[in-house]
């Protein structure tokens, strides 16, 4: 069974920076996609960035410069860096696999003074 | 970037009708479109892969079609557990991108 567990989300102060990570198992992420995807409360999905199987990342307009994707394939784990948090990232942030087969219970950043 | 619009934003329907949701896509994605279901404080869950494509344990009740531009999710005879919001995503070409979501209430 493939399962995904996100971590690192909690409250940053607007301008800081925080890492999520995305820990797999039943799954190597090292053969799939792995997108982290977005919600803001009271809002639809967002789709943020995707590592793929070559290690080249895509990301939405919005977070590219600010978020940036890597990975630990002896930890079979996927991570996104954020910097220079808005109020605007203020979301539950989920990881999924392939092309969004499988997600995560995701993890809630808030972006506050 | 594709544009998704999905509609409607949200519909109310008893148990046993049968529902329609329609995505467009602003430009052709072949059949590079996914349908998910999310119940409230849950992860997202992929019903339809391929645009027609049911994923393993969801009921045939589900079922999608279309291709090029406009694409539509049926669920033939609602069941209380369907009631939930169900977005659209296309997966051509980057960046993703998601419709706005439906929301299925109970008449």
């Known amino acids: 069974e493939v399962q995904l567990v996100e971590t690192g989300g909690g409250l940053i102060q607007p301008g800081g920076s925080l890492r999520l990570s995305c820990v797999a198992s039943?799954?190597?992420?090292?053969?799939?996609?792995l997108s982290w995807v977005r919600q803001a409360p009271g809002k639809g999905l967002e789709w943020v960035s995707l590592?793929?199987?070559?290690?080249?990342?895509h990301y939405t307009d919005s977070v590219r410069g600010r978020f940036s994707l890597s990975s630990d394939n002896s930890k079979n784990t996927v991570y996104l860096q954020m910097n220079s948090l808005t109020t605007e990232d203020t979301a539950v942030y989920y990881c999924?696999?392939?092309?969004?087969?499988?997600w995560g219970q995701g993890t809630l950043v808030t972006v506050s003074s | 970037d594709i544009q998704m619009t999905q509609s409607p934003s949200s519909l109310s329907a008893s148990v046993g009708d049968r529902i329609t949701i329609t995505c467009r896509a602003s430009?052709?994605?072949?059949?590079?479109l996914g349908w998910y279901q999310q119940k409230p404080g849950k992860a997202p869950k992929r019903l339809i892969s391929?645009?027609?494509t049911l994923q393993s344990g969801v009921p045939s009740r589900f079922s999608g079609s279309g291709s090029g531009t406009e694409f539509t999710l049926t669920i033939s005879s609602l069941q209380p557990e369907d009631f939930a919001t169900y977005y659209c995503?296309?997966?051509?070409?980057?960046?993703?991108?998601f419709g706005q979501g439906t929301k299925v209430e109970i008449k």
């Open positions: 999924a696999r392939g092309w969004l087969s499988d």
């Open positions: 039943g799954v190597t992420l090292s053969s799939n996609y």
């Open positions: 590592i793929n199987t070559d290690g080249f990342t």
């Open positions: 430009q052709g994605i072949g059949n590079d």
């Open positions: 391929v645009a027609s």
């Open positions: 995503l296309q997966y051509k070409s980057h960046p993703w991108t």
